[in-house]
């Protein structure tokens, strides 16, 4: 599993925060729609509970008026703009490591 897979808890968590300051609540407010802490709700958004339930995160969903499935779908959008970044700059590396390839001098040019 790579590590944005195993970072997917984080993705999710930022769709939540997203979400929440879009309707302009408080961590409090939001925890109180689920019956959560303000700070167990803060540490969902930071993406510190891995294992947290399918349950818990359908009723994070619902008291946004979305299924889970849209929620998920948001975090899956993170995780595909990761994996490009990620792409991106590892093109951008092997680029950079073929110009220098094809520019730098041949040992045999050394010898002549």
């Avoid at 195993?6 to 408080?26: A, H």
């Avoid at 990620?86 to 110009?99: D, F, V, Y």
């Amino acid at each position: 599993m790579n590590e944005h897979m195993e970072n997917f808890s984080l993705y999710i968590g930022q769709v939540i925060r997203k979400l929440r300051k879009k309707e302009g609540l408080s961590l409090t407010q939001a925890g109180e729609r689920v019956d959560l802490s303000k700070s167990y709700y803060s540490r969902i958004e930071l993406g510190e509970y891995p294992t947290l339930s399918i349950r818990r995160y359908l009723q994070i969903a619902e008291s946004y008026n979305i299924t889970l499935t849209e929620l998920v779908a948001e975090a899956e959008k993170i995780y595909i703009q990761k994996l490009n970044e990620q792409n991106e700059k590892s093109n951008r590396i092997n680029t950079i490591l073929i110009c220098l390839l094809y520019t730098s001098p041949s040992p045999r040019d050394k010898r002549q």
